[in-house]
């Protein structure tokens, strides 16, 4: 098969199948993503005393990764495969494939930092919870002490 196509269309399909298989990972990925939001979400919402920063955070992260899934993906798949074999107009959609990727990396940073600003408020709400815990027991043993 190499010595009837030669070894550079072979470069070239190999290449478009590694590049085909990111893209269904990208895809299953965020397939995971959506479901793993909408359950964080479903158990935030049963978890913090239905809290609104906590929900407004997680909201936040689901509509990116809609907007991952739903915007960035399918045009990323789109143009990939556009980039992969059109070599004639190769610099114009490598230039667009590129910024995709800046936008999906983008996009990426911004649940991360939505979600160590989730992670760093659910940590500080334990917290002052217990403190507050803590303080009553610190009362009733104190009030236990001087009653008996």
């Given at each position: ?34 479901g793993l939001g ?82 760093s408020y659910l940590?500080s709400f334990r ?22």
């Amino acid at each position: 098969m190499i010595k009837t196509l030669g070894a550079d269309q072979i470069d070239l399909l190999l290449r478009h199948h590694a590049a085909q298989q990111t893209r269904s990972f990208y895809y299953l990925w965020e397939q995971v993503q959506v479901g793993l939001g909408l359950v964080l979400g479903i158990c935030l919402y049963f978890a913090t005393q239905k809290r609104l920063l906590s929900l407004v955070l997680c909201g936040i992260m689901l509509g990116v990764v809609m907007f991952q899934f739903f915007a960035i993906t399918p045009e990323l798949a789109y143009r990939g495969r556009e980039a992969d074999f059109n070599q004639m107009q190769a610099p114009s959609a490598t230039v667009r494939l590129l910024l995709l990727y800046q936008l999906l990396v983008v996009s990426e940073g911004m649940k991360v930092i939505v979600g160590g600003l989730l992670a760093s408020y659910l940590f500080s709400f334990r917290t002052s919870r217990r403190k507050g815990h803590r303080h009553e027991e610190s009362e009733l043993d104190s009030s236990l002490t001087s009653a008996g």
